[in-house]
């Protein structure tokens, strides 16, 4: 829907804003709850912020007038105006009846009803403490014409002066729900950071596979209307077209599924989607207030995955889809600034070393290290045999990583590389992958029958280490970059074991049991390394016990230590809900393990979430799936080393720069 005025049609994307929610106390009222602002703001001031306009032509008002604005208003009669940031300086304008501020090139400003091009503005503060507020899309500005005080568009000139007054009664801009309130202390008394890690994120899986197979962006400059509305735009008005979804669910390409996300989101996310978004950022943001301290946002790309897509929005080259989950992380971590009023402002921020990541989670942030999880890093594929590049491309292809932030690395991924034999996997997802091994490669996975530990029903990977995989391996530890060896097939693991402890250098089974199995000495000998390990998700008793497990093992200078590797995004369901939540729930407000923060039901659109009836339907839920886990026997116990992981995930980062 478009309203015009005085010729101008203002184009309009995504779904209507009067589908916005009431919102809970603590989280912002609809009415009169956005932050106030100082009376000579700058642009800090104004993010999320409720502001009147005042126009230095008139010295009166802006208000809603018909299908346009007018500034000839007193200042009690002034319409309320709820600024939401899109960037660092960019905004939407909303007014109290939820429509925005739109213009095109010139004539009257006109209102929206849906947030597009035209609807987003650039502030500049200028030096006596007015703004001009100009299109991002056409360069233009809003103008006030002196005689009647119609808001106009135009150039530069009398009229583009404006200032801005703390107001009341903004209707907020819609937005997903943290649902948690309270403070936590980042540091332990000894120093030591608290909190878990999730060492296996996919935040940017949306751009997989040439960008249309998983619906949903963990954000969008307009919104979460745009963000989370739009379902039937790649998978088709009834899940037809979500190939990629159907082959992973049932082995088979055709299928159908309910498409409907925002507002009401009767169809996804669900626990159990391989191909819908479930790490938006108001849903991390939760899991960082219940505790989570350092992620690793793994990019992720299978070029053969990717060609079987008969729809995509970039090439199927995986280094420049690297590129593109890179430069989309750099554009999360300004957006969350944004949200927060300037650069630097926002509760993550990604990092490179572990000493800056340190002092992150010391400042009480979000730690985020960008890793990479792709089938032919650097474009070392392997056809019959023959690796598809040389040493000088390894080189050049790290050195090129290194400087885009990437400090962690895949070695293989669903398929053999130049680097060596890949892990083979269970399931439709096995067979699934075993096309894309011949497509690849010329051949089928040479196979073997497994040792102590085992890759896929007792078969594994004959391929092991390459001399090329060895020299990739070598360049790793002169660099300080993190080592992942899930993935390899045992053989390929056990040569990487290997060259790590003739350097004393740990190494990362960033989600253990998932691309090979690893048994009780293998976990030792990562241990002893000053590796790391994860719990992949269950339900909390599934969790509990796996724990448990995993802590016989996971004991390293500091004391036992297993992360968390969720794998959310990377076709990897997320946990149902527990059997017997019914008679003995989860029961809400909880408050979190080591944090003094409550925590309500999780609320985005039209849909409150529960733990009891949905599982972990997005990303969000983790926050209430490890306080489950704290309510189960000996759960608190079990916790310890969960809550000791981001510190830990420190020490063996840290080791890395010692120990070569």
Same mark, same amino acid.
């Given at each position: 829907m478009a309203r015009a005025l005085a010729g101008l049609t203002v184009v309009v994307m995504g779904v209507g804003l009067a589908a916005a929610t009431a919102w809970p106390a603590g989280e912002g009222a609809s009415r009169s709850a956005a932050p106030r602002v100082a009376q000579s703001p700058s642009r800090a001031d104004l993010a999320n912020g409720c502001v009147a306009l005042r126009s230095s032509a008139t010295d009166r008002f802006l208000a809603i007038d018909g299908d346009g604005y007018a500034a000839n208003a007193r200042r009690a009669d002034a319409t309320p105006l709820y600024l939401k940031p899109t960037a660092l300086p960019t905004y939407l304008i909303q007014d109290s009846e939820r429509t925005l501020i739109a213009g095109g090139q010139?004539?009257?400003?006109?209102?929206?009803?849906?947030?597009?091009?035209?609807?987003?503005?650039?502030? &500049?503060?200028?030096?006596?403490?007015?703004?001009?507020?100009?299109?991002?899309?056409?360069?233009? &500005?809003?103008?006030?014409?002196p005689a009647g005080g119609a808001l106009t568009v135009g150039v530069p000139g009398d009229g583009d002066r404006f200032r801005f007054a703390a107001a009341r009664g903004c209707a907020r801009y819609p937005e997903a729900r943290v649902g948690a309130r309270g403070r936590f202390d980042p540091t332990n008394p000894d120093g030591s950071v608290s909190g878990f890690a999730d060492v296996h994120l996919h935040?940017?899986?949306?751009?997989?596979?040439?960008?249309?197979?998983?619906?949903?962006?963990?954000?969008?400059?307009?919104?979460?209307?745009?963000?989370?509305?739009?379902?039937?735009?790649?998978?088709?008005?009834?899940?037809?077209?979500?190939?990629?979804?159907?082959?992973?669910?049932?082995?088979?390409?055709?299928?159908?599924?309910?498409?409907?996300?925002?507002?009401?989101?009767?169809?996804?996310?669900?626990?159990?989607?391989?191909?819908?978004?479930?790490t938006y950022y108001m849903w991390l943001k939760r899991v960082w207030k219940a505790g989570m301290r350092l992620v690793v946002a793994q990019t992720v790309e299978d070029q053969p995955l990717c060609e079987i897509e008969p729809v995509r929005t970039h090439s199927c080259d995986e280094m420049e889809t690297i590129k593109l989950e890179i430069e989309q992380l750099r554009a999360l971590q300004d957006y969350v600034d944004a949200q927060s009023g300037g650069r630097g402002r926002g509760w993550l921020r990604i990092v490179t070393n572990p000493f800056q990541a340190r002092r992150v989670i010391e400042?009480?942030?979000?730690?985020?290290?960008?890793?990479?999880?792709?089938?032919?890093?650097?474009?070392?594929?392997?056809?019959?045999?023959?690796?598809?590049?040389?040493?000088?491309?390894?080189?050049?292809?790290?050195?090129?990583?290194? &400087?885009?932030?990437? &400090?962690?690395?895949?070695i293989t991924h669903w398929i053999d590389n130049a680097f060596g034999g890949a892990a083979f996997e269970e399931g439709a997802k096995?067979?699934?992958?075993?096309?894309?091994?011949?497509?690849?490669?010329?051949?089928?996975?040479?196979?073997?029958?497994?040792?102590?530990?085992?890759?896929?029903?007792?078969?594994?990977?004959?391929?092991?280490?390459?001399?090329?995989?060895?020299?990739?391996?070598r360049r790793m530890i002169a660099e300080h970059m993190l080592i992942e060896t899930d993935h390899l097939s045992q053989k390929a693991r056990e040569a990487v074991f290997e060259i790590a402890e003739e350097k004393g250098y740990p190494l990362v089974s960033s989600h253990t049991g998932t691309g090979g199995e690893w048994t009780a000495p293998q976990l030792k000998r990562l241990y002893e390394l000053g590796g790391l390990a994860t719990v992949r998700p269950g339900t909390a008793p599934e969790m509990a016990a796996d724990l448990r497990r995993l802590e016989r093992s996971a004991t390293g200078a500091g004391g036992s230590a297993v992360a968390l590797g969720t794998d959310t995004g990377g076709f990897s369901a997320l946990p149902g809900p527990r059997p017997g939540a019914g008679a003995d729930p989860l029961h809400y407000p909880f408050k979190s393990f080591v944090c003094d923060v409550r925590f309500v039901r999780q609320r985005t659109g039209e849909r409150t979430y529960d733990l009891n009836v949905d599982g972990v339907a997005h990303y969000g839920l983790i926050a209430d799936l490890v306080a489950d886990i704290e309510h189960q026997p000996h759960g608190r116990r079990m916790l310890r080393p969960f809550f000791r992981s981001a510190e830990a995930y420190l020490e063996m980062w840290e080791g890395a720069y010692r120990r070569h």
């Open positions: 010139v004539g009257d400003a006109a209102r929206a009803d849906t947030p597009g091009p035209e609807t987003e503005w650039r502030l &500049r503060r200028l030096a006596n403490g007015t703004f001009t507020i100009a299109s991002t899309a056409y360069g233009t &500005r809003l103008v006030v014409e935040i940017t899986a949306n751009l997989r596979a040439g960008g249309s197979v998983i619906y949903g962006e963990p954000f969008d400059r307009l919104g979460v209307t745009e963000a989370l509305g739009h379902d039937a735009d790649v998978h088709g008005p009834d899940g037809s077209l979500d190939v990629t979804g159907n082959l992973l669910r049932t082995g088979e390409p055709t299928g159908t599924h309910d498409t409907d996300g925002w507002p009401s989101f009767a169809g996804w996310p669900v626990f159990d989607t391989y191909t819908h978004q479930q400042q009480g942030k979000l730690a985020v290290v960008i890793g990479m999880e792709a089938s032919n890093p650097f474009g070392c594929s392997e056809l019959q045999g023959v690796p598809q590049c040389t040493r000088e491309d390894v080189d050049a292809g790290l050195s090129e990583l290194r &400087r885009l932030g990437l &400090r962690s690395m895949f096995g067979d699934f992958i075993k096309t894309f091994e011949v497509a690849q490669t010329g051949h089928p996975f040479a196979t073997e029958p497994c040792g102590d530990a085992g890759e896929a029903g007792g078969q594994c990977n004959a391929e092991g280490l390459t001399d090329i995989g060895a020299y990739l391996v």
